[in-house]
């Protein structure tokens, strides 16, 4: 038996994906390992091995998983379109009708009709030489289609092998995003959703599934990531069938709200992508992949300048004494550019007043930001400011003077969180004063870079002009619009995504934005895992990593200042804190890290995540490895104490075995606190360094100190 249909290859560095176009709908016969080219006698034995069996109470033709899977191909599980008619009918029955293979680009274009509703769909698949599988999917309804199509749902699916049985997704809250959740693949629907608005503190984030124990290291692993700000829903399914040969399936898409998208005669609904990725080298190979695209974006990033917020420095004291003072401690430890975050324009001496009224508080800026501005710029550093453009306050004139402007329902406001409302982007007159107003800042004051905050979530989001639609869709792209505006109008303007923290953290946004802010929280003991799992998906580079005060504000825990600047230093570094409360000592322990961070940022902003999979909990080791093997940097940190009286040999991955290496401590960020005797190799590697050959390191590991709770070490790895 020979293939029926074409069978379509798209390869990536590791990873392949085969499309076989067989009618009425192709369906995926392989998505992991890169296959290479494969003959015809190949072919033929995947195209007869992914015909299914018919079993008792099944259909009476196999039961193949398509592209695009519906109670048509007798799909039991989620729909990959959902959705109806005006008169009710809720079953398109899609066939391809075209398609389009570029192997150059490594991208296969479908198109699926259904002539009895006027429906179209489009599929278009594109792997990467990262190995990462953009889908992007749309639905169209023919210009002589009879009545609207109500759609509910288009959602990206593929198909997971036997051997996927367990799978790692994120739950979280204000100052603590990001955290883990393992489970088994088990019958039936794991859905995550977030009605929020936005991904949130709660995002699901970044769903894998993997082989038993999958880790950092080791095991294979298949992932997706929603590429969207607004509402979302990832899932993994597994039915008692399976799904054609395979035995679960893993999606995302958008989440839509009842009348959200209705479909007129020649309208079309595209999705946000979703992407695939796949890795044979644990979570560390998906963090590869992921890193490697957001590297390849067109846009250009300079080196990440040291960024002090002045946020816990001031919040919304904006006495200039006081910030001069603080430019001038900036610019002594060697801080590269300052924002001044919320409470500078009309109103805002508080949270309860003034967002939306976008001009400069004349009342404490009598002579506009010019003071801070020429002061910040004549240290030699840029200078940033901090926007909240989606939100308005009940008490501001802009929400007095165009209340139809408020993202709600007609009657009444809805319900307030943290003193505010949304305002309404999708209005093209909100739009148009909205992004003036940001415009009009930028070109005054020459901004080098903005924070857009989003402090609030969206519930009852409802478009006051079009009779109380939901309006979480219109408002993300409207967002993403105007961002793209302004990016446009100021090419060298930067922006770095905030949202009560680490609430909107995507690759919608990050299509658009430079940075994102994990979190609000400084502590580094909540920041250690924040930021290691925000670093799952997103580079060191673009994630906000701040030094903060040496009791938390959020946590009031009380850390070393060694251990929150080695925390701060695996990121796009910063200041939060109040340096005009640093001793001068404290000054000079910043001042020599800001030193170590421009060193060795190159490496951290370009090289290689590895984390180790320790036994012990309590205690961590990831770092950044150069792509040729020369160099990393290690971060060795104990968290809490824990029963080994010693931490035993550690491996040091990503390290290549052939070489010899040098082991430096770092200790410009001051000295870890041991709680027993250092082991003899780290004598020698806080003087001249501790030559090791690289098998060493990678397969037995050194034997490393035994830290006391909330202290960090930096091993320094170069090829001798």
């Known amino acids: 038996m020979t293939p029926t249909a074409e069978i379509v290859a798209l390869h990536g560095r590791n990873a392949s994906v085969l499309v076989e176009l067989s009618r009425p709908i192709p369906r995926i016969l392989h998505w992991g390992l890169n296959l290479g080219e494969l003959g015809v006698d190949e072919l033929t034995a995947l195209h007869r091995s992914s015909i299914p069996s018919s079993t008792h109470n099944s259909t009476d033709d196999p039961r193949y998983f ?29 066939v391809l009708s075209d398609h389009f293979f570029d192997p150059t680009k490594m991208s296969l274009q479908l198109t699926l009709a259904d002539q009895a509703s006027g429906l179209t769909a489009a599929l278009t698949y594109r792997l990467d030489e990262h190995d990462v599988l953009a889908v992007d999917m749309s639905i169209s309804a023919d210009a002589s289609a009879a009545t609207p199509y109500h759609l509910t749902a288009l959602t990206a699916l593929l198909p997971l092998p036997e ?54 290291g080791h095991g294979e692993v298949w992932a997706v990531h929603l590429g969207w700000s607004g509402s979302q829903r990832y899932l993994v399914e597994q039915l008692p069938e399976g799904a054609g040969v395979h035995r679960s399936v893993l999606g995302a898409g958008e989440l839509l709200l009842p009348g959200e998208v209705v479909l007129n005669p020649g309208e079309t609904y595209r999705s946000p992508t979703v992407y695939f990725a796949w890795s044979n080298a644990g979570m560390d190979g998906i963090a590869e992949a992921f890193h490697a695209m957001l590297r390849s974006r067109p846009r250009r990033m300079t080196p990440r300048p040291l960024t002090l917020n002045t946020w816990e420095a001031v919040y919304f004291n904006h006495d200039i004494d006081t910030l001069h003072q603080l430019v001038e401690r900036a610019a002594r430890v060697g801080v590269e550019r300052i924002v001044l975050d919320d409470g500078w324009f009309t109103g805002r001496r508080n949270d309860t007043a003034g967002l939306g009224d976008w001009y400069v508080d004349k009342d404490v800026w009598p002579d506009g930001l010019w003071p801070l501005v020429d002061a910040v710029r004549d240290k030699g550093m840029q200078f940033g400011l901090w926007f909240e453009p989606e939100m308005v306050n009940l008490r501001s004139r802009i929400a007095a003077d165009h209340p139809e402007w408020l993202l709600a329902p007609a009657e009444g406001e809805g319900p307030a969180i943290r ?60 967002l993403y619009r105007m961002i793209d505006t302004l990016r446009d109008r100021h090419p060298g303007l930067e922006i770095e995504s905030c949202a009560s923290g680490g609430g909107r953290i995507d690759l919608g946004i990050l299509q658009r934005t ?74 000079s322990t910043i001042a020599a890290w800001a030193k170590l961070y421009k060193e060795l940022r190159g490496l951290l902003h370009s090289g290689r995540l590895v984390r180790a999979d320790l036994a012990d909990a309590a205690t961590l080791l990831d770092g950044v490895v150069a792509h040729d093997g020369t160099e990393a940097l290690y971060s060795w940190v104990r968290l809490a104490t824990s ?78």
């Open 514 to 587: 430079d940075r994102v802010w994990a979190s609000d929280c400084n502590d580094p003991v909540e920041r250690q895992d924040i930021q290691r799992w925000t670093a799952q998906l997103i580079p060191l580079e673009f994630i906000g990593t701040h030094l903060g005060a040496s009791e938390s504000h959020t946590t009031g825990r009380v850390t070393a200042l060694s251990f929150r600047l080695a925390t701060a230093l695996f990121g796009h570094a910063g200041i939060e804190a109040d340096l005009t409360a640093c001793s001068a000592d404290e000054l």
């Open 163 to 216: 051997g996927a049985v367990e799978c790692v997704d994120f739950t979280g809250k204000w100052a603590r995003e990001r955290s883990p959740q393992r489970s088994p693949i088990l019958p039936g629907t794991r859905l995550r959703e977030s009605r929020r608005g936005r991904p949130s503190l709660d995002s699901p984030y970044l769903l894998m599934a993997g082989t038993a124990s999958f880790g950092f």
């Open 643 to 720: 029963n080994p009286v010693q931490a035993g040999r550690i491996r040091l991955p990503g390290l290549e075995p052939a070489r010899w290496y040098r082991v430096r401590v770092r200790t410009e960020v001051g000295e870890s606190s041991l709680h027993e005797g250092a082991p003899i190799w780290l004598d020698s590697a806080c003087r001249d360094g501790f030559v090791v050959s690289g098998v060493i390191a990678t397969e037995i590991g050194l034997p490393m100190p035994t830290l006391n709770p909330q202290q960090a070490m930096l091993l320094h790895v170069v090829s001798d």
């Open 419 to 478: 003193h505010q409302h949304v305002l309404n982007l999708a209005d093209e007159d909100a739009w148009h004063y909205v992004l003036e107003r940001i415009d009009s800042i930028v070109t005054e004051y020459q901004l080098d870079y903005i924070k857009w905050d989003h402090n609030r979530e969206l519930h009852e989001a409802a478009l006051r002009r079009a009779y109380g639609r939901a309006g979480v869709r219109a408002q993300t792209l409207a």
């Open 66 to 94: 398509t592209v695009l899977a519906t109670e048509a191909d007798a799909w039991s599980g989620t729909p990959a379109v959902e959705g109806h008619l005006r008169d009710g009918s809720p079953f398109p029955r899609f």
